[in-house]
């Protein structure tokens, strides 16, 4: 048996809103105080994940937060050839509040805020929930920019992202804007069926865990965003049903090689990547995607 049109209907619609947009404004509201210690400098927020990509569904609970500083930025220059490389290290000069200062701050300002309901963690500083806000990551970044050209301030070209170091010391970088531009535009593409059908698929994944077919934290949401992302946009049908087993079929056959993030910065499956899935997570993923369509 398939799964039937009317329960993919309802696993298609997206989760409630209302309160984490309070979440994000409230949490908004206390980083980007006046008073903060690093108010003088240029920094921003914005949501990411599935809240921020409108791919929430109702079991989504934490709030996805960056709290990114811009007047500093990390960088890759490897492509720049060496007179563009020598124009760009003349070009710029060392910051004198860098990216460990700004983590610093961030968290003691969470922290008079929060108190011990804020927890930093290996990548983000999770700030428990309390009453009507909900529980909250935070992700403390700093510019990233990857550069290809660079011939003075006025003519310069780069993919912007953001990075950050984890509690090991390891620098993760990442392209959350451009993963959102991208699924904005898949959105669309597909005839407004992208997103729900993302989320379709994290709900059958939910329920797969619940079943028993996977365990827990074996397909992340960024991931099966990403992996989505790479099915051409005519496998997504006129219906919720047609749209899942174009999906299914086209990646059952797809080249693993050429799967790529939704940032496009990224092969989607890569065996050491933090930032890329597992081939063996991916591949039992779907297999068992398969197995719990057929056994609905």
């Known amino acids: 048996m398939a799964i039937p049109e009317n329960q993919l209907e309802t696993w298609s619609h997206q ?13 908004k509201g206390v ?63 060392s910051a004198d509040y860098n ?17 011990n309901l804020v927890v930093p963690g290996k990548k983000a500083v999770f700030v428990g929930g309390n009453g009507n806000r909900r529980d909250a990551d935070v992700l403390i970044a700093a510019q990233f920019r990857k550069y290809w050209r660079f011939q003075g301030m006025d003519e310069q070209s780069y993919a912007e992202g953001l990075c950050f170091w984890d509690s090991a010391g390891n620098r993760i970088i990442n392209y959350p804007k451009m993963h959102s531009a991208n699924c904005v535009a898949k959105h669309g593409a ?11 698929f994290k709900n059958m994944r939910n329920r797969m865990i619940q079943d028993g077919y996977i365990t827990a934290g074996l397909a992340p949401s960024y991931f099966i965003e990403g992996m989505l992302y790479n099915v051409p946009a005519d496998c997504f049908g006129s219906n919720c049903e047609d749209s899942v087993v174009g999906c299914i079929n086209w990646l059952l056959e797809a080249d693993r090689s050429k799967l790529v993030c939704a940032n496009e910065q990224y092969v989607l499956l890569h065996p050491t990547s933090a930032v890329t899935w597992r081939s063996e997570e991916f591949d039992a993923f779907l297999s068992a995607a398969v197995r719990f369509w057929k056994e609905w």
């Open 15 to 27: 989760g409630s809103v209302t309160q984490s947009s309070s979440t994000y404004q409230t949490i």
């Open 31 to 93: 980083l980007e105080a006046s008073t903060a210690p690093y108010s003088s400098h240029l920094h921003r927020s914005f949501l990411q994940g599935s809240y921020g990509n409108s791919t929430n569904i109702w079991a989504d609970s934490d709030v996805d937060i960056v709290m990114q500083i811009d007047s500093v930025f990390y960088q890759d220059v490897g492509e720049l050839p060496p007179s563009e490389l020598e124009l760009y290290n003349a070009s710029f000069s």
């Open 99 to 115: 990216y460990a200062d700004f983590k610093r701050d961030v968290i003691a300002v969470l922290q008079a805020k929060y108190g």
């Open 190 to 200: 597909t005839n407004q069926r992208f997103k729900p059908t993302v989320r379709i």
